[in-house]
């Protein structure tokens, strides 16, 4: 009598190793994921983590792996009214207003004029802006320096401020020049239809569709102002000192705890300006950008 009950085939001993191979790679997937992520957080987020460890630290030395004492003494020494710190962060502060303001009255007629498709010789006054970016900052610096030694400029806020304003233009006249393209020319034609002057329609029409974009410009400008360190060393040095100079003094000094606290302030309005930026640049001010 044959049975009524069929034998199944076995599993082949490829579709064994077929099944293995893709639970190993699957595995391997899931693990290597892992480690790229645990590799991008230790370069994002390890230096910022280092230089947080190191604003509180008090006594730190080689072999530990963390300050034998923590305290916040060093905070107090850099917030003393009387320390070099505060001095030099007003000073930093005070250039970069001024910058703003002197690429503002540069950039916003300029870009007004620059967004206009008609103007003669439009690609090469915006190429223009962009020389300084082209060559080694250390080389137009230091000729920057003996230019100004000889009018008197080296070691002023005069001298820093024009210095900080032509490596800022860049930022602030291309912005602009999207932000005014990036307005409704059919308000500024009616507005001129209906009566109104060409100031008052730039006043009243253009200007506050374009302001959004000007604020961002304002925003980049201060930025760069703030952070800018060769610059500044090579004109203003020894008579001028911003935190940029200051954070590297202390930092050639070994002093990497008021390092670390300068480089803290400096990094703390970046972080929040770029919040304002990401609201105030519009994806279609973005699109004009170099247009």
Known sequence: MHSNHQHQPEPSVMKKCKCFF???????????QCVFILIFALIL?????????WTVAETWYFPNA???????????QVFNPYSDVSGSLLTSIFIAVLTVIVCLLVSVPAGYALSKHSMPFRVFWMLLFLIPQA???????MNIARLFYDVGLNGTIVGVVIVHSVHGL?????????????????????????????????????????????????????????????????VGAPDITTLPLLLYTASMEGNYQIASITALILLVPSILFMLLINRFMKPEMLAKIGK
């Open 22 to 32: 893709d639970a190993f790679n699957s595995r391997m997937s899931f693990w290597s």
């Open 45 to 53: 987020f390890g230096p910022i983590t280092n230089l947080l460890i």
């Open 66 to 76: 963390l300050p034998s004492q923590w305290g916040m003494k060093y905070w107090y």
């Open 135 to 141: 060559f080694p900052n250390l080389t137009v610096y």
């Open 170 to 234: 860049m930022f602030s006249v291309w912005i602009c020049v999207a932000a005014f393209a990036s307005t409704d020319p059919m308000l500024e034609r009616a507005s001129r239809n209906l009566g109104a002057g060409p100031i008052y329609t730039f006043f009243h029409i253009v200007l506050p569709q374009a302001a959004p974009g000007i604020i961002a410009s304002c925003i980049f400008v201060f930025l760069e102002s703030l952070d800018e360190f060769t610059g500044t060393f090579f």
